[in-house]
């Protein structure tokens, strides 16, 4: 079985902060994402990454960055976590771009 | 943009009862349909796929169908159980592109 792993399920930070948040798969899958999730507006896509130190802007990338160093490991950077940044984020890894997408437990940010 | 729309938000039925969850998309060279089933406190995980080749997929209680003329798909679980209270995403890739957009969410409540 496909697994994803993310480095924490919950998370307190304060303003200003740098955050990251670290994501691993274990199924050698090329592509990696990063997605937030908020009430009533689904899975919002921040960054992927189609292989190792290659990355795309997804649709609200503002405020964040990723690195991928290793195929198997993404991460998700808050460079100053703000308030709205507060939400559920989920890391996922797919075989291809357009195909099943396998997802982490995510990580729930609270920051204050 | 490209965009998935997903209805209805929120669907209460009796356990033993059907349910329906009804997407429609902008991108009519998409062709991989799958829809995702999130319960609390974990990721979403793929339940069924369909893809533009077929128009029904059946995988036990679970349906898919997809009508590609009028750009919607729908899921259907037959006999509900409790067990099915969950948060179902339906999902289709955006062509040429790189992603996945994801519907907003429908919170099924299963009453026993």
């Known amino acids: 079985d496909v697994k994803v792993t993310q480095s924490s399920r919950y998370l307190v930070k304060r303003t200003g902060e740098k955050v990251f948040l670290e994501c691993v798969q274990d199924m050698d899958h090329e592509n990696m994402f990063w997605y937030r999730q908020d009430p009533g507006l689904g899975l919002r896509l921040i960054y992927f990454s189609y292989d190792v130190k290659m990355k795309e802007k997804g649709d609200i990338p503002e405020g964040y960055s990723v690195s991928r160093e290793k195929k198997e490991r993404f991460s998700l950077i808050l460079e100053s976590a703000s308030t709205n940044q507060t939400s559920m984020y989920l890391c996922a890894s797919s075989p291809s771009l357009v195909k099943t997408q396998y997802f982490g437990p995510g990580t729930r940010l609270l920051v204050l | 943009g490209e965009n998935v729309e997903q209805h209805p938000s929120t669907l209460s039925v009796q356990e033993g009862d059907s349910a329906v969850i009804k997407c429609t998309y902008s991108d009519s060279a998409s062709n991989y349909f799958p829809w995702y089933k999130q319960e609390l406190g974990k990721g979403p995980q793929l339940i069924i796929d369909?893809?533009?080749?077929?128009g029904e997929k059946k995988d036990q209680r679970i349906a898919v169908t997809l009508n590609k003329t009028a750009k919607h798909f729908s899921l259907h679980i037959t006999e509900t159980q409790p067990e099915d209270s969950a948060v179902y995403f339906c999902?289709?890739?955006?062509?040429?592109?790189?992603?996945?957009?994801f519907g907003a969410g429908t919170r099924l409540f299963v009453k026993a």
């Open positions: 999902a289709a890739p955006v062509t040429g592109g790189f992603k996945t957009i």
């Open positions: 369909i893809r533009s080749n077929v």
